[in-house]
């Protein structure tokens, strides 16, 4: 942004301002949106490419041309055939990515509601030259949605009461049995968040998948993270391998060497990912999924293997039989000099350094990328 | 084996830079020692002493002074594939007493730290319960409240240490750990609210973050000591510690104490979620894997002299202070030496000593300016004793990662520089 000469900065601030917001969304709704995509982009001073591209002086630019950046050949071919990002096509793009670029590698459904596609866009708008970003703008006429209210702030100092969005039930009515406290929850509301799925299948909803079906997904919206096979990108999670390395030196602990229970990968795919995009998934998805990924672990081989929850219990996972309870307290350095530590010559001749700490320039400027990667990282 | 970086070159910058500023001032102002001239910080008259300051409300939350910039949160940016599932570490070494200031408590997210609008929260608890519940915030705050102290630290604190050492600094190497006042409500006063059903036997406590992280939580310690807490220190809780309610579970892996606290669920059997299963287990040499090591161990570490810490005074007196704690109860002893594990003298716990708390401890000395190979090693009230990391990896092997409790090694040298060592 620093080559943009102040003075017209200043200038092309100002009619901005004059002239009212120039996108239907509002930036600062549009930075919690934004949460969103953080998981993949980067935006504002020092943003580099992640899993995406930056996002900074992104209107105007023709897509998929920011350097250094390794598009699909879909997004390049887009940028060429004249694709540019401006709010039109930005709202476009983000409803529907895949849809609007077929084969770009964004492993991102898009955003469902049109405010919050208004919002992202006026957000990473201001991280765009002023001038190009008001061409860019869409007319207020064709606002095809409403830009989200704006809370009016309040400065008094004295607290109101504030009015819960559900009026909470009335002492004693359907309160708890004690202080009578709470209301009684609503199926509704506990099929709602009560998604949890047990090794013993309790949890489990209707609802299948197949490997096939899995291997479709997971390339559109898992391999960006976790690699084609689940090998992983850079440092993101891997998924599959590594079965019969738990006692190496180096052991690989995946979904197949690692994990008990089936129903954990159900219940995480579900809750969790894709990373950024939680609870996008549908039911059938995430047995297709599921099933995807023993597919990758050799659990099982058949590409038309369908996972249900009428087969799910007949899955025995590789590892199950080696997890054992917490007896830390019963290990011989504790039982050895319990109550009784050692407090002379407790070791025999004089201290040796047998190694020093690995690295030593921690500092908070570590740069991304720095290929000093110790040997164990943090889990 | 560890990979060494091979980098010289940074680890002598990195030790000058600690030391150059401590050094000179060493020379001129050691004790007793008569100065050449008038100390200027004295005879001149200083802008602060000559200037009125910043008047109230300059600062409507107040900040550290701008003097204390070093004492922040670190990440490593290598540890993780990304910010939004990471960690960030506690500057121990700039830290005295036993509580962490709310700013400074070390982070560690699963999908980000998520930004919740209080009049949107409830709590449900809901599964073999006589009825489910839901609560708003303040349904919570007319619960009878209760006030606590207790350290919180991640399974994985000192994790990257467990092969031999690697970072250099209290704070990379013990930095996931804090200890707040926690202000909330029992656990067991929810539950009853809700009515626990006979069959009951565990609770799963679920976060509204985009992890929706969740642990299975034993009854018996649900009934225990648990609380659903809403301010630390004071204060409603940080964004990052759960705002606005987390869930304390005194003692035991600092990933049980879920953020963002939207769901309790009652049930007959545990869970088995990814992060009990996948994650924070224990994996041994023989290819097993402990499975639901909640509680944390027997630990201590010497704070100051450490890494980022160096003695910059030269010889004489020198104080030698740090942190210790067990998942079991209070800390009964801490002892010191200086020797690398020869000999042992007690240290002073100075400060509250509560179950479950960070404690303090202090050892004052006379350093001659010789090389030190420090040491600390705790014991706590059930006579557990803090083993050396030999001893944890001849057990273990070296891929167990969490509830690395193994005592911590400094070598000080004779410039009173102190590094992150093994020793023999």
Known sequence: MSRFPEIALAAALAALCLSGPAYAGDPA??????????????????????????????????AGTAEGYRYSSAMEKAGAGGLAWNAETLAKFLDDPKGMVKGTKMSFAGLK?????DNVIAYVATFSKPSEAMDAAPKPEDKKTEAAPTE???????????????????AGEGGGLNYHLGRTATAGEIAAWDIDVRPDGVGLPDGSGTVAQGEKLFDAQCSSCHGDFGEAVGRWPVLAGGQGTLKDDRPVKTVGSYWPYLSTVYDYIRRAMPFGNARSLSDDDVYALT????????????????????????????????????????????????????MTDCIAGVAKITMHAEVLDVTPDVQDGDDKKPSAGIE | MVERSGNGQSRRGFLKAGLAGGAALAGSLAAG???????????????????????????????????????????????????????????????????????????????????????????????????????TMDDLRRFPRVNKIY??????????????????GCQFTHGMVHCVMYTGVLLKDILAEAGVKPA???VLAEGADSAAMTRSIPMEKALDDCMVAFAMN??????????PVRLVVPGFEGNMWVKWLRRLEVGDEPWEQREETSKYTDLLANGKARHFTWAMDVKSVITNPSPQAPITHGKGRLVLTGLAWSGNGTVARVDISTDGGRNWKPARIDGPSLPMALHRFYYEMDWDGSEMFLQSRAMDEKGFVQPTKQQLRAVRGANSIYHNNGIQTWYVDTNGAAENVEIS
């Open chain 1, 29 to 62: 709704a549009g930075e919690q949106v934004f949460k969103r995509c953080k998981a993949c982009h980067a935006v504002g001073d020092g943003a580099k490419h992640r899993v995406g591209p930056e996002l900074n002086e992104l209107i105007g630019r023709t």
């Open chain 1, 113 to 117: 509601k049109p405010a919050d596609i």
């Open chain 1, 152 to 170: 009016p702030k309040e400065e008094s100092a004295r607290a109101e009461p504030v009015k819960p969005a559900v009026a909470a039930a009335p």
């Open chain 1, 291 to 342: 099933a995807y990924v023993l597919y990758l672990n050799d659990i099982v081989t058949e590409e038309d293997f369908e996972l249900s929850k009428a087969n799910f219990g007949t899955i025995e996972m590789p590892n199950a039989q080696n997890f054992i309870a917490d007896d830390r307290a019963e290990e011989p350095q504790y039982l050895a000099n319990k109550n009784n530590p050692c």
């Open chain 2, 33 to 135: 020692r008569v100065l050449a001239a008038d100390d200027p910080a004295i005879t001149q008259i200083q802008d602060w002493n000559r200037y009125s300051g910043d008047g109230v409300d300059a600062h409507p939350y107040g900040m550290p002074s701008p003097f204390e910039k070093d004492a922040v949160r670190r990440n490593v940016a290598w540890l993780t594939a990304d910010p939004v599932s990471s960690v960030n570490f506690t500057p121990l070494h700039k830290l005295d007493g036993i509580i962490t200031p709310n700013g400074l408590c070390f982070e560690r997210h699963h999908g980000g730290a998520a930004v919740v609008d209080p009049a949107k929260h409830r709590l449900m608890i809901n599964g073999l319960v006589e009825k489910p519940l839901v609560f």
């Open chain 2, 151 to 168: 350290f919180l630290e991640c399974a994985a604190n000192s994790g990257m240490e467990w092969r031999g050492s690697q970072l250099n």
């Open chain 2, 200 to 202: 009951g036997k565990w």
């Open chain 2, 234 to 243: 004071g204060e409603a809780l940080r964004v990052e510690q759960g705002y």
